[in-house]
């Protein structure tokens, strides 16, 4: 009988959880307190701490982050929100679910989110809101886009997903300086993960606690801070959602915030190599961040050049027949039915995107990769792609 060789598989992406997270979880399941409580305020007071010190009000997943952020910030229908078409649908079902009207518009191919000139050639007398997309986890040059906001009168949040531990100019992306908020994910595949969870970040104190209001029904208080004396008192007043996060969900981030420091070095470690071993390919490599800025490394996403032997989808084939699953960060906007149809918009409009969607994949890039995992990736992309 013939033995199949035993061939390696290499996941797309793959959590680091270990018996932190483990005991955490068990530890709060014992506590008694399974909603949000005691470990969601320790983890929203430690994501601020290592973020510098913003408010930071925690939800249950990114998508209902930006929801309500959006909601907090005034932006219903009517309003335009500009959002690059290259993104996860989350970012601009946030606004639809508003009623507002999502602008897709098309990207630089360096950074492969917002470009600042066509987000300029999209605004009009509605545009209400810039969500920009730190995409991959480079930390983005913000400047010309705060400026348009400034100069049209825009509100501005950025969809940080991928971006928990870049920073740009000595500032963490989060820190939320000069945005009206950032907004993370805690998604299973993300830097740090709570299973689902979410988490966002800003200077206003007041928009913090229109914030934790609009998670929580638009009720004035939550569980945890009710009253002794009159715990069953509390009081509607607006209408909000149900997005808070459990202390399920906080024992598992705050067991994988203390990790991120050396998950963060270890992903760095892999794009290094990725990018040494990949310069003599026929390939466009992912733009690097300046000197001293941070690049959170979430995804690695290389893009075939028109010479290289293979095409993108010929290319993932390969190394799916190899073991490797690559990802495709992403099939844009305008290429989904739902969008298409209901915004009527063509490829034309999007050029960059096209191209970008047409070349680009994405290899593993984790921290429990091994350093085998990374060799086998580096020669398997060298086999099939040297001319
Ligand atoms: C994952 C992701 C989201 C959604 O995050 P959830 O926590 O799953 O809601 C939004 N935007 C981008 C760019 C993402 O990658």
Known sequence: MNHPMKTRVIPHARASIGEEEIDAVVGTLRSGWLTGGPMVLAFEQAVSAYLGGPQAVSTNSNTMGLLITLKALGIGPGDEVIIPTNTFVATAMSAHHLGATVVPVDIDPHTLSLAPDRVAA??????????????????????????LAARHGLRLVEDAAHALSASRGGEAVGAAHRSDATVFSFYATK??????????????????????????????????????????????????YKANMTDIAAAIGLAQLRKLPALQARRQAIAHRYREAFA??????????????SHAWHLFIIRLRPEAPLDRDGFMLAMQRRGIQCGLHYIPLHRHSFWRQRLGLTPQAFPVAEEVFASSV???????????????????????LSC
């Open 122 to 147: 999209a605004l009009t007398p509605r545009s209400r809101c810039l969500l920009p997309v730190h995409l991959g986890g480079l930390p983005r040059d913000m400047e010309p886009l705060h400026a």
């Open 191 to 240: 830097t740090i993960t709570c299973g689902e969870g979410g988490m966002v970040t800003t200077q206003n104190a007041d928009l913090a606690a229109r914030l934790r209001r609009l998670r929580h029904h638009g009720i004035d208080r939550d569980a945890f801070n009710r009253q002794e004396s009159r715990s069953w008192d509390y009081d509607v007043v607006e209408d909000g």
């Open 280 to 293: 003599p390919l026929p390939l466009h490599l992912p733009t690097a961040p300046p000197a001293g800025d």
């Open 362 to 384: 994405t290899l593993p890039l984790y921290a429990a990769m091994s350093d085998d995992d990374v060799t086998y990736v580096i020669e398997t992309v060298g086999d099939l």
